[in-house]
C-alpha cells in the first residue's frame, strides 16, 4: 500500500501555515457524515488516522498527512460550515477558495459522497473549484455496502452521466466501501498516481 506511510503533520487555519508549496498533495473533501474520514482510513490502512481531523476546533483547518517526503494527503473540512457564525465563514470560503486558485502542489481533488445522497451542492462547489483549475477529481460513492449490487450500478451510472455532461471525461467516479474494502484498491491507485507515488 503506497499510501501507508501516512502521518499527521499539521493543521492549518491560515494560508501561511501550510507546508511549502513544491511537493504534490490530494485534497478530499465531502460533506460532514459523508464517511470521508473512513475513507482516508481504508486508503491508508491506518485506523485513526483521520481522527485528528474531527477534534473539536479542526473543522476550519486543512489537516495535512504526509505520506513521503513532500507528499501529502489533505483533509479538507466536512461541514457543517451551515453553523457556523457569518465572519468565520467567510474568512474559510476566502481561505479555501485561494486554496484551489493558488496551490501549486494539488495534484488532485477527491470527493467522497453517500451513494445514497450523490452530488449535493457542497459536492458540486468541490467539484467547480478543482476543475476551474484545470485539475482532475474523483468521486468515491462511499458505503456502496448499505445498497444491492443493481442499486450501486445504478447509482454509479447516474452520477457518471451527470459527470461526464458537466466536466467531460476531468472527473472520474467509482464504487466504495470503508466497510467491505470495495473499490479501496482502486481509489487508492488514482491518488497514488495523483502523487506521483
Ligand atoms: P465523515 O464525517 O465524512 O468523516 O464520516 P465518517 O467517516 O466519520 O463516517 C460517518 C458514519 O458513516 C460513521 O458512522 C461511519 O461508521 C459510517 N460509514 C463510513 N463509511 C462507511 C461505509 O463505507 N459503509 C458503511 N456501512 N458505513 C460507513
Same mark, same amino acid.
Given at each position: 500500500?503506497?499510501?501507508?506511510?501516512?502521518?499527521?503533520?499539521?493543521?492549518?487555519?491560515?494560508?501561511?501555515?501550510?507546508?511549502?508549496?513544491?511537493?504534490?498533495?490530494?485534497?478530499?473533501?465531502?460533506?460532514?457524515?459523508?464517511?470521508?474520514?473512513?475513507?482516508?482510513?481504508?486508503?491508508?490502512?491506518?485506523?485513526?488516522?483521520?481522527?485528528?481531523?474531527?477534534?473539536?476546533?479542526?473543522?476550519?483547518?486543512?489537516?495535512?498527512?504526509?505520506?513521503?517526503?513532500?507528499?501529502?494527503?489533505?483533509?479538507?473540512?466536512?461541514?457543517?460550515?451551515?453553523?457556523?457564525?457569518?465572519?468565520?465563514?467567510?474568512?474559510?470560503?476566502?481561505?479555501?477558495?485561494?486554496?484551489?486558485?493558488? %496551490? @501549486?502542489? !494539488? *495534484?488532485?481533488?477527491?470527493?467522497?459522497?453517500?451513494?445514497? &445522497?450523490? +452530488?449535493?451542492?457542497?459536492? %458540486? @462547489?468541490? !467539484? *467547480?473549484?478543482?476543475?476551474?483549475?484545470?485539475?482532475?477529481? &474523483?468521486? +468515491?460513492?462511499?458505503?456502496?455496502?448499505?445498497?444491492?449490487?443493481?442499486?450501486?450500478?445504478?447509482?454509479?451510472?447516474?452520477?457518471?452521466?451527470?459527470?461526464?455532461?458537466?466536466?467531460?471525461?476531468?472527473?472520474?467516479?467509482?464504487?466504495?466501501?470503508?466497510?467491505?474494502?470495495?473499490?479501496?484498491?482502486?481509489?487508492?491507485?488514482?491518488?497514488?498516481?495523483?502523487?506521483?507515488?
Amino acid at each position: 500500500n503506497p499510501l501507508n506511510g501516512a502521518r499527521y503533520l499539521l493543521a492549518a487555519h491560515l494560508p501561511r501555515q501550510l507546508p511549502p508549496d513544491d511537493g504534490r498533495e490530494v485534497a478530499f473533501a465531502g460533506r460532514s457524515n459523508a464517511g470521508k474520514s473512513s475513507a482516508l482510513n481504508a486508503l491508508t490502512g491506518h485506523n485513526r488516522l483521520a481522527r485528528t481531523s474531527k477534534t473539536p476546533g479542526r473543522t476550519q483547518q486543512l489537516v495535512y498527512f504526509q505520506v513521503a517526503d513532500g507528499r501529502h494527503l489533505v483533509d479538507l473540512p466536512g461541514y457543517g460550515y451551515a453553523k457556523v457564525p457569518q465572519d468565520l465563514r467567510s474568512h474559510w470560503l476566502d481561505f479555501i477558495n485561494g486554496y484551489f486558485r493558488n %496551490r @501549486q502542489s !494539488l *495534484a488532485g481533488l477527491v470527493v467522497v459522497m453517500d451513494i445514497r &445522497h450523490p +452530488l449535493r451542492e457542497y459536492d %458540486r @462547489q468541490m !467539484l *467547480a473549484y478543482a476543475t476551474d483549475r484545470g485539475l482532475p477529481a &474523483h468521486c +468515491l460513492l462511499t458505503k456502496a455496502d448499505k445498497l444491492g449490487r443493481g442499486q450501486q450500478s445504478q447509482a454509479l451510472l447516474t452520477v457518471r452521466r451527470q459527470l461526464a455532461a458537466q466536466y467531460g471525461d476531468s472527473v472520474g467516479v467509482q464504487l466504495f466501501s470503508s466497510e467491505s474494502k470495495q473499490g479501496v484498491d482502486e481509489a487508492r491507485a488514482v491518488v497514488a498516481g495523483w502523487l506521483a507515488l
